[in-house]
């Protein structure tokens, strides 16, 4: 099997193992007993596990023939007569399978060089191309390579089709580049541990338990069976559901799934469906997706009407034996570097024009003729120009409003086109909780903590940016406004609320819709890269965070802050892992410091959220400036002030939760550690909240002050650590022998000895996050975008990194996260400056923010109490009109019958039947008189009786029928 074999089916293996989990659990779940119920947990944990092993195998497969980096050091340059890249049609075994291609490059250590698996995009067909120029220094360094194709059926092969509507093909297919194995790898890996870590957490659902949040109506507490297997059930489904979103080949699909992920998120955040809280907090997630999702059908529908297909790229298909090319809503809607309308939404836009010129052919015209007086006239319709004569060459498909286009003249399709993407951002904003449908996410809070991990991190919210993210080269630089403008209203009002939050789970919710609007800003100023990055390195402090506060909760049983405090010494690990995650979101590092140690220019050491976060604002204000606009400053305004109210309501919720004197004494005394099941994933996502965005001289820089500053800290921490042990040498946990001081230290050993092999291995130093996501760069986003309805310009994002942009920002940004700090430390850890007395100084803001901007109640206004009015106007109708017009009828129809009754049956039937009941009973009478008990008499009547059966038989009976 070749690579384009191997990659599509080891992510599919990946996707189907959880949903082989769920069946199983499905089955046999409802049959458990308390001793084997945990079985099933472990069949979840073993099926996320083997998808991560596929994704990581699946990744490494994709390394040996597209090595990242390639373009900067060591690639093979094309030189005169010689292909740059290769198109190879895949056998019948992989149909359709497509790749672009970098020029030949291969990982360190292999001594071969050849052509690999291409499909460029913008090509309608695929060849074997020999010796044909192509141009690989342009900006985006030629097309990204790709693997788009359509699956089989296990057992029976052929492609799975699931419908076909005129030239729209339905099929299960995939669609895997750089960014899908990321996607991939984090979703699994990030998945696993949440299992893993859920085992500990739920653990109590395994036997029947008493809900002590629910009280029935004689005072007592509900009493319920365990759900452990059923929370294992439904997180299988959800992982199935998120992996085949990221998948998906065509968007079809990818909203099947969408929905899935829906359902499984319903389920789960109404996991403890007894509660009122839960299951309306479960129905308002459902609800508010719906209503994006309206928008994003919307956006479906005008991609089918206009182009013909759902596909992302272009792939070969075998359709009914014969093999056609399709070309993908990519290549149809890019050529230059900004989105046009494809050549179907310009045709569907100009039908009247198109109507002319087929008029103007006659009705000899052969079909041939008629297309190809179209395709001529299709430029000019696309650029506004008055015919095909003044369109100059390629301004058409630039689709930039400064070359050949008049401003007059209509530009067919473009408005299309941007209905199309805000239709599918329309789904992003309820999917990943944006402005104005983010009420949903803080109150699925209600769900199991391991539940808000994975939501929050790696699935549910993280599928709306990835859906922006692939779809990227589809929305128009004015789509690519309202994305900015919604993300840059999200991050900020968000950030604000949070700071005011005493739930430490709605802190952390508040700043996933804040970072998540991080996000959507980022692409919307042309910031794939820094977008995409931020969506990796969220995932795993994020997660990180939520599981650190499930730990807190499991040992308190509160979610408020204000009754903890103190607990870092009860629970060491989760303090310090959690202040990992609190570093990592406020982007705390050292600028530049990397370039005085042989790394890159300029850059510098941090958390993983250093490198992402900077790069938003370093884009940002490349946008601003190159706008010369203050709304266009507004953006990267905003995304520094979001980053300082971060950095404070992080710290904010450590120094609250971890820090001082304990508040409340009974549950301070109550706290304890978590085991091993729980806190070692805890361990391992630190690890990677702080590396995940490191390159190899980074990497020995952190594990070197790793090194030195735990072996420091551990050296003074033994004594108390030897206490904390022996206080709790009654908790029978297996990892109870390791003293939790030394890991610190072994960890930052192992991360230095990584990072020196990383290091010294030529090549395997571009094995970084941003050249792996930089593979899976959409072709033709790189330069600047023109609008067309605005005169604004979406910059180049890696014009942001030259020294006068990064320097300044990289200032800016740490400034603004070392203020957040200053102040929730000033505040909150050394207790200087009084948080009453500044909430009695701001109390207007501060009751704006802790109704949290009031959008519940402007919406129960709105939406809600409106409803209800109109509701209450259509049951009265129901009642009074529907049911009173059913009601007489009824009565109609009784009367009726009881009328019919009377006649009918009491009267003919009735009296029928009496008549002859009592015509029987006086023939009875009568024919009593007979019975008068006289012997004789009998006698009397025997003999007259035989006598005249003689006679009749003598005299009267015929003997011829007698026989």
């Not at 789904?427 to 996410?441: D, E, M, N, R, T």
């Not at 207007?844 to 809600?864: A, M, R, S």
Request: glycine share 10%; proline share 4%.
């Amino acid at each position: 099997m070749n690579v384009a074999e191997l990659l599509p089916t080891a992510l599919g293996a990946a996707v189907l193992a959880p949903l082989v989990s769920f069946f199983v659990i499905l089955v046999f779940g409802p049959r458990k007993d308390e001793e084997t119920g945990e079985a099933f947990a472990y069949i979840s944990v073993s099926a996320i596990a083997f998808s991560a092993v596929c994704s990581f195998a699946a990744l490494a497969i994709w390394l040996s023939v597209h090595w990242p980096g390639s373009h900067d050091a060591g690639a093979h340059e094309p030189v005169a007569g010689e292909s740059a890249a290769v198109v190879e049609v895949a056998d019948a075994d992989a149909d359709g399978v497509h790749a672009g291609s970098d020029p030949d490059h291969h990982p360190p250590g292999d001594g071969h060089a050849g052509g690999s698996d291409h499909a460029g995009a913008g090509q309608g067909h695929a060849e074997h191309e020999e010796g044909g120029g192509h141009d690989a220094h342009h900006a985006d360094h030629g097309p990204k390579p790709y693997y788009a194709g359509e699956y089989g059926v296990p057992g029976v092969g052929g492609p799975w089709v699931l419908g076909k509507f005129g030239d729209l093909r339905l099929s299960i297919s995939y669609y895997i580049d750089a960014l899908t194995l990321c996607m991939f790898c984090m979703v699994t890996f990030i998945a696993t541990l949440i299992h893993i870590y859920a085992m500990g957490y739920m653990h109590e659902e395994l036997h029947p338990m008493t809900d002590h949040e629910v009280t029935l109506e004689d005072g007592s507490h509900l009493k319920r069976p365990g759900r452990y297997h059923r929370f294992f059930q439904y997180l299988s489904l959800f992982c199935f559901s998120m992996l085949g979103l990221v998948v998906a080949g065509n968007i079809a699909m990818v909203f099947v799934f969408w929905e899935l992920v829906g359902i499984c998120s319903y389920f789960l955040i109404g996991f403890y469906v007894e509660r009122k809280s839960a299951s309306t907090a479960a129905n308002k997630a459902f609800i508010v997706n719906r209503v994006g999702d309206f928008g994003m059908i919307i956006g479906l529908m005008a991609l089918w009407s206009s182009m013909g297909t759902f596909s992302f790229g272009d792939m070969e298909i075998n359709d009914d034996g014969q093999r056609r090319s399709v070309e993908g809503i990519f290549s149809q809607v890019r050529s230059g570097d900004q989105a046009m309308a494809a050549d179907g939404m310009v045709l569907f836009s100009a039908s009247d024009e198109a109507l002319e010129v087929i008029r103007g052919l006659g009705s000899e015209a052969s079909p041939q003729q008629v297309d190809a007086a179209l395709a001529a006239h299709i430029p000019a319709w696309r650029a506004g120009t008055d015919s095909p004569d003044d369109d100059p060459a390629g301004s058409a498909r630039d689709g930039d409003g400064e070359h050949g286009g008049s401003s007059d003249a209509p530009r067919y399709g473009y408005w299309l086109l941007i209905v199309a993407g805000i239709g599918i951002f329309a789904g992003c904003v309820g999917k990943s909780a944006q402005f104005p449908l983010h009420v949903w996410l803080p109150d699925a809070m209600e769900g199991p903590t391991p539940v808000s991990a994975l939501v929050h991190s790696a699935t549910m919210v993280a599928a709306g940016v990835y859906l922006v993210g692939r779809f990227f080269p589809v929305f128009a630089p004015e789509v690519l406004l309202v994305i900015a403008l919604v993300g840059c209203i999200t991050l900020f009002m968000a950030a604000s609320i949070a700071i005011t939050a005493t739930d430490i789970k709605r802190v952390l919710a508040y700043s996933t819709v804040s970072q998540l609007g991080y996000m959507m800003l980022a692409l919307g100023v042309g910031g794939w890269l820094a977008g995409m990055m931020h969506l990796v390195t969220h995932a795993f402090f994020k997660s990180l965070l939520f599981m650190c506060s499930g730990s807190v909760i499991h040992a308190v049983h509160t979610n408020e802050m204000p009754e903890m405090g103190g607990l870092r010494k009860k629970m060491p690990v989760t303090a310090y892992t959690m202040l990992v995650g609190c570093l990592a979101i406020a982007g705390a590092g050292v600028p530049f410091i990397a370039g005085f140690f042989g790394g890159k220019a300029l850059s510098g050491v941090g958390f993983s959220g250093f490198y992402s976060k900077d790069a938003i604002l370093e884009q940002a204000f490349s946008f601003m400036r190159v706008n010369s606009s203050a709304w266009a400053g507004l953006f990267f305004v905003a995304a520094a002030g979001g980053a300082a109210i971060t950095s404070f309501y992080m710290f904010r919720l450590w120094y609250l939760t971890f820090a001082g004197q304990p508040r409340d004494q009974a549950r301070y005394d109550h706290a304890h550690e978590s085991p091993a099941v729980m806190f070692v994933p805890l361990i391992i996502l630190s690890v990677m909240a702080v590396a995940v965005a490191w390159g190899p001289v980074q990497g020995i820089m952190g594990a070197v002050a790793a090194v030195i500053g735990f072996g420091v800290w551990t050296f003074t921490r033994r004594p108390a650590e030897a206490e904390a042990t022996s206080a709790h040498e009654e908790v029978q946990d297996p990892l109870k022998k390791i003293k939790l001081s030394d890991l610190p230290v072994l960890i930052s050993v192992l991360v230095l000895v990584i990072a020196l092999i990383w290091a010294v291995t030529p090549g395997l130093d571009s094995l970084v996050l941003t050249e792996l996501l930089e593979q899976a760069r959409p072709d033709h986003t790189l330069g600047d975008a023109h609008g067309v309805l605005l005169d604004w310009v979406w910059p180049d994002e890696h014009a942001a990194h030259a020294p006068g942009i990064l320097i300044p920002v990289s200032f800016m940004a740490i400034g603004a996260a070392l203020t957040g700090f200053l102040l929730a430390t000033f505040m909150y850890g050394l207790g200087w400056l009084k948080a009453a007395d500044v909430r009695q100084q701001f109390q207007p803001i501060y009751t704006f923010l802790l109704n949290k901007w009031w959008f519940d109640e402007l919406y129960d206004w709105i939406f809600v109490k409106p409803a209800l009015v109109i509701s209450r106007a259509i049951s009265g109708v129901d009642k009074r009109w529907i049911d009173g017009f059913i009601d007489g009828t009824a009565w109609c129809t009784r009367k009726f019958s009881e009328f019919f009754e009377k006649l009918a049956d009491r009267t003919i039937v009735d009296g029928f039947v009496n008549l002859v009941a009592r015509w029987t009973f006086a023939t009875g009478l009568s024919a009593h008189r007979l019975q008068t008990g006289s012997l004789r008499q009998y006698v009397m009547f025997i003999v007259i009786g035989t006598i005249a059966i003689f006679l009749l038989i003598s005299f009267f009976w015929n003997p011829t029928l007698a026989g």
